[in-house]
C-alpha cells in the first residue's frame, strides 16, 4: 500500500496494532470548483470521472475497497464481511461491522459525526454516521450491540464533525433527546432567538457511547465548519464534498 497523505487523519486512540484507520480530508484528490479536493461523494454533483479518480487514489492505501453504504441518517447496522466489495449491491445502513482482517469499513462525512470502533484486542471494528437524527435513533448503541465484544471491551474514536460552537438546532432537536434524559439539555445552549439552541453534538456521542457501557472515548474535537481549509461541510456550503471514515484490521 501507498502512504496517505500528510493531510489526512490517523485516529490518535490506543487501537491494537492490527487495527488501522483513517480520516480523508479536503487534501489532495482531483475535484474542482466548490468539491475542489478529495471529494469521494459519488451522489454530489461533482465530475464522476474525478470522484472515481478519488476513490482509485483512496483503494491504493487500502487491503481492499472499502464497503460503502447508501446513508439515510438512520440507525441500520450491517455485517461488512457479507457485502460485497465491488459495491454493486449498497445497502442502506448508517453503520457497519466486521471481524475479518482485509475488510474495510467505511463512511461517508460532511459535518455529521464519524465513529469508529474496535476492541482492546483488535478481533472486531465498526464504523458509524452520527448525524444528529442517527444520535437521537440509536445508531451508536445498536452498533455496539452487533459487536461480538463487550462494551467495556470496547473503544471507540469520534472524528471531525460540526462543532458545539457552530451547529445551530431548533427546539425540534433538543426534545429528540432530551423527552426521556432531561440531563442532556447540558448538551445545547440557547440562543437570542427563541427556540434556538447550539447543539454540542460530540457530547451527544460520548452520552450514548457511555450509556451502551462505553468508555474508553477519543477525539470529538475538530470541526468541520470552522475549518474551511482542512474539511468539507454541508452546513456551511450545501454544495460541497464527502469525506471518508475508514477502519480495518490487517491481514
Known sequence: MNTPHPQWIVPDWPAPARVRALVTTRAGGTSSGPYAGMNLGR???DDPAAVEANHAQLNRLLPEPPRWLAQVHGSTVVDADMMNSTNIEVPQADASVARRPGT???I??????PVLFTDRSGSCIAAAHAGW?????????????????????????????????????GDDVLQAFCADA?????????????????CDLPAL?????HRAGVTAVYGGDLCTYTDSERFYS?????????????VWIQR
Open 43 to 45: 451522489r454530489t454533483a
Open 205 to 209: 456521542a460520548r452520552d450514548a457511547l
Open 133 to 169: 437524527r442517527g444520535l437521537a435513533g440509536g445508531v451508536l448503541a445498536n452498533t455496539i450491540s452487533r459487536m461480538p465484544a463487550k462494551p467495556a471491551e470496547l473503544m471507540a474514536w469520534i472524528g471531525p464533525g460540526i462543532g458545539p460552537t457552530a451547529f445551530e438546532v
Open 182 to 198: 432531561p440531563e442532556r439539555k447540558s448538551a445545547f445552549k440557547p440562543l437570542p432567538v427563541a427556540g434556538k439552541w447550539l
Open 234 to 246: 454541508h452546513r456551511r456550503n450545501p454544495v460541497t464534498g464527502r469525506m471518508a471514515a475508514l
Open 108 to 113: 461517508l462525512v460532511a459535518d455529521c459525526l
Open 104 to 106: 474495510v469499513c467505511a
